[in-house]
C-alpha cells in the first residue's frame, strides 16, 4: 500500500468536497425545482391519465387496520412500561 498515493487522494478528494456546502445543495434544489414548476409539467400524459401510481405489493398489509392500530398501541404502552422500569 502507498501511503504517500493514499494521502494525495485524500487531500485531493478533501479539497473537491469543499465545493460542495448546504447552502450550494439548497440554492441548486430550489433553482432545479423551480425549473420544473415553470415548465408545467403534468402527469396527464403518461398511461393511465394522472392516477396515483398504486402502491406496491409488498406495502401493502394483510392485516387490517384495526389490528395494527391494537398492535401500535400496545408497542406504544410497551415502551412507556420500559421507560418506567429504567428510571
Known sequence: HD???LAEMSRASWETA?????ARMVQ??????????SRGVSRVF????GRDYPLMPSCVS???????KIKLML???????RALYQR
Open 28 to 37: 441548486r434544489y430550489s433553482e432545479t425545482f423551480a425549473e420544473i414548476a
Open 75 to 81: 408497542l406504544a404502552g410497551l415502551e412507556k412500561a
Open 3 to 5: 501511503r504517500r498515493t
Open 62 to 68: 394483510r392485516y387490517p387496520p384495526w389490528l395494527r
Open 18 to 22: 469543499q465545493a460542495y456546502t448546504v
Open 46 to 49: 403518461r398511461d393511465g391519465g
